[in-house]
């Protein structure tokens, strides 16, 4: 890694670190990937213990995958574009953006079991084990679902800046905001706690364990925040336009969307050590615990990456 500039901000000092591009190992394309074909324009994804489920904005629908046998064995219909997806234990959450509600699917029955009413456009989705959290952009808010009832039992207001990714880290939801970094949600009392100012328009979110990791889609960059004291632990160049993260449980993955790439970030020195090759676009990422899935905004398929 190499330094390319620190960053001083409000009495805090920030290594911005870019990768040695002679340095990266990539996967070769063919023998490291697997492509499985989905529905139209897949975007989020999430793992039930067996199957894969992705969200295909296109044609309004969500596809199940046996992560064995790389078989699409279910396509449930829901509402008007669905983008995000969170499992809680026996139903994924899908919002939908263009009829303002978020889906509850029954994994067993493949069905929709309910649909609840939220803010507008609601786009990605978090599960915090008794809730689930969907932020909506137009409205600029969180709503917190509770899934036993189905119902919306808290709304959060989050300023007027775009919203993009969320995650939960224990006790804190946390949202991705163009305008102003982090947002980190008490998840009791539904107010925000904190705000942490990190890249360029932050989009995806994911937690580590201890620390939770923004994908700065207007730097090039990915952000780690200490979660307990709400500071930037590091600062990452990776590819064009990161958009979705996964952890491993060693590394976080970044879907590089400007280009035909993910970067593999070691979390725990901060350094990037591969760069693989996918197909164009990668979006959302999913990890099944032995492979990495990938959806591709402008295509019908996922791949499947190998994570060792």
């Known amino acids: 890694m190499a330094l390319k500039e620190i960053r001083r901000y409000r009495g805090t000092t920030e290594l911005v670190l870019e990768p040695d591009r002679k340095a990266l190992v990539p996967l070769l394309r063919g023998t490291a990937l697997t492509r499985v074909a989905v529905e139209q324009y897949p975007g989020g994804m999430a793992f039930?213990?067996?199957?894969?489920?992705?969200?295909?904005?296109?044609?309004?629908?969500?596809?199940?995958?046996?992560?064995?046998?790389?078989?699409?064995?279910?396509?449930?219909?829901?509402?008007?574009?669905?983008?995000?997806?969170?499992?809680?234990?026996?139903?994924v959450w899908v919002p939908t953006w263009g009829d303002n509600n978020v889906n509850k699917i029954d994994v067993a029955t493949n069905t929709v079991v309910a649909t609840v009413a939220v803010g507008r456009n609601p786009t990605w989705v978090a599960f915090d084990g008794a809730h689930v959290w969907t932020?909506?952009?137009?409205?600029?808010?969180?709503?917190?679902?509770?899934?036993?009832?189905?119902?919306?039992?808290?709304?959060?207001?989050?300023?007027?800046?775009?919203?993009h990714g969320v995650a939960f880290s224990g006790a804190h939801v946390w949202v991705a905001q163009a305008g102003s970094g982090l947002r980190k949600i008490d998840v009791d009392a539904n107010t925000v706690v904190a705000t942490v100012s990190v890249g360029s328009i932050p989009h995806g979110v994911a937690f580590d364990g201890t620390h939770v990791w923004s994908a700065n889609f207007g730097a090039?960059?990915?952000?780690?925040?200490?979660?307990?004291?709400?500071?930037?632990?590091?600062?990452?160049?990776?590819?064009?336009?990161?958009?979705?993260?996964?952890?491993?449980?060693?590394?976080?993955?970044?879907?590089?969307?400007?280009?035909?790439?993910?970067s593999k970030v070691d979390v725990a020195t901060n350094t990037v050590v591969a760069t693989v090759g996918v197909s164009r676009?990668?979006?959302?990422?999913?990890?099944?615990?032995?492979?990495?899935?990938?959806?591709?905004?402008?295509d019908s398929h996922v791949s499947k990456v190998p994570v060792i």
């Open 48 to 91: 039930d213990g067996a199957h894969l489920w992705v969200a295909s904005w296109g044609p309004n629908k969500v596809c199940k995958v046996d992560v064995g046998t790389n078989a699409v064995v279910a396509t449930v219909p829901v509402g008007g574009s669905p983008l995000g997806v969170a499992f809680d234990g026996a139903h």
């Open 135 to 163: 932020i909506n952009r137009t409205d600029v808010s969180a709503s917190k679902i509770d899934v036993l009832t189905s119902t919306v039992v808290a709304t959060v207001a989050l300023g007027t800046y775009r919203l």
């Open 220 to 262: 090039d960059t990915v952000s780690k925040v200490n979660v307990a004291t709400n500071v930037v632990a590091a600062t990452i160049g990776v590819g064009s336009d990161p958009e979705g993260l996964a952890f491993d449980g060693e590394h976080l993955w970044v879907a590089n969307s400007g280009g035909t790439s993910l």
């Open 281 to 298: 676009r990668p979006y959302g990422l999913a990890f099944d615990g032995v492979h990495l899935w990938v959806s591709h905004g402008n």
